[in-house]
């Protein structure tokens, strides 16, 4: 219902003289703009690429954070020892390591993985390796008791305890990978859909700016959905009560 | 001896248990100075082979701390504890616990759960076959694929004593394993507990703040006190019940026993 207000809004907006042309183009101008778009072969290549980026982002940074939430959360020792110097890297604004990654790994592809790996890593690390933290030790001490230890009890009691923390830091670290991809591309890029805002931007092109924007409305909901289908199995397989 | 039931072919013999001056302290609150706090001293007593031994005392008197040392789960500051002549170093594969909190696993089925107490190495067709018959001896069989939020209160109690059974026990450690429960529901886990011994006659030590429980179900009764206020507690006196079982819960004699009882543990008669 909302979705098609807003689009008759915009539409009334764009037609009746309140915004130019150039301020809020009609909608069909923005799908036209898509169709030419698609018809030169470019829009594919803008979604693909920033999709890559994400994706590659997103596994090496939630599998980090995973790793080294897991083993802060689980070692007494390792939180006294790491937790306060990932606590301070955690408090430095993450774009702010733009310049730096531009300095030491260059414009290409890499430096934008990692961006996108750092937005992913701190969700994930801290969600999991404050769960972690948090199982109630009875159960613990009952396995424990029942001679289950080291990583039988992680994968018996542990794991499955932090699950639901596991995908809401995962769904977190999605959208911040998208948001991280788009500072990334803003920055320097030749393709994708960041890139597709700035040159749209240059080019007085609004039509394709909000065509970037829609996509990427488009693309975050479509991702975080198929998270979304993950945090359902999960909660069947490993909730308190199997249906539902 | 009583022969071990057929169905079990490695059914562990019954072990004894042995506390030898056994005394626990925690330490002082941080920055407070003082020296740490003795909760338990010098307790000693020796539970016998197929025994069911009851561990009364007022609250905060070290109940628990006697289970548990003989659980492996946490030591002793002083003294030791033997199971048939070897003392007690981490967790014990010869005991099994059953706490006062069910403790299982809401992702995991009944079943599941209680599968968890089988030893490690059981093989998939006879753990499955074993966890049948405890589901069956505590009378969940109808609710093994449930999840532990799906059954009462008293129906996860027996599935944690199933758990506590699965690991074939020569010890089994009960630690308040009823006092959550409604007063009928505890009645009958009680008589529950008199069938599963009667079945697989293992050594039991349960602690309990149910005088009357106490009475009902165990050979002897450990009444733990403190000889001053605020001092470490010790063995006040044990008390042979020498009654058969089963017993009836009006028994005189009983009554009797449980006034003497409450009137160790400082209640007016």
Partial sequence: ?244 | MPAAPAATSEAATAAEVEFHEVGKAFPPARGSGSAAVPVLEDVTFTARPGEIVAVVGPSGCGKSTLLRAAAGLGRATSGSVGIDGTPVRGIDPRCAVAFQEPRLLPWRSVAANVALGLPRGTPRAAGRRRVAELLELVGLSAHAGHRPAEVSGGMAQRASLARALARNPRVLLLDEPFGALDALTRLRMQDLLLDVHVQDPTTVLLVTHDVEEALYLSDRVVVLGRREEGGPAGIAEVLDVGLPRPRSREDAELARLRGHLLGLLGVER
Avoid: C
């Fill in chain 1, 1 to 244: 219902m909302i979705p098609v207000a807003l689009l008759l809004l915009w539409h009334v907006l764009s037609t009746n003289g309140t915004f130019t042309p150039a301020q809020l183009p009609e909608p069909t101008a923005v799908l036209s703009a898509g169709v030419e778009l698609i018809q030169r072969g470019e829009l594919w290549i803008h979604v693909a690429i920033s999709t890559q980026r994400v994706f590659w982002g997103f596994v090496i940074g939630a599998g980090l954070g995973l790793a080294l939430g897991a083993w802060i959360g689980l070692s007494r020792w390792a939180a006294l020892l790491a937790g306060p110097t990932v606590g301070a890297l955690r408090a430095v604004p993450s774009l702010a390591w733009v310049p730096l990654l531009l300095l030491w790994i260059g414009i290409g592809e890499d430096s934008k993985v990692t961006l996108v790996a750092i937005g992913a890593f701190f969700p994930v690390y801290t969600t999991v390796s404050a769960a972690l933290q948090h199982v109630d030790r009875q159960w613990v001490e009952a396995a424990r008791s029942f001679g289950i230890t080291g990583l039988r009890l992680f994968a018996t009691v542990q794991l499955p305890a932090v699950l639901p923390s596991v995908v809401s830091g995962l769904r977190l670290a999605l959208a911040q990978g998208w948001l991280f991809l788009v500072a990334a591309e803003l920055i320097g890029a030749s393709m994708g859909l960041g890139f597709l805002l700035t040159d749209s931007q240059d080019n007085g092109r609004t039509d394709r700016l909000l065509l970037a924007i829609l996509l990427l409305a488009i693309l975050g909901k479509l991702t975080d959905a198929l998270l979304g289908l993950f945090e359902r199995w999960t909660r069947r397989r490993w909730g308190a009560i199997p249906s539902t």
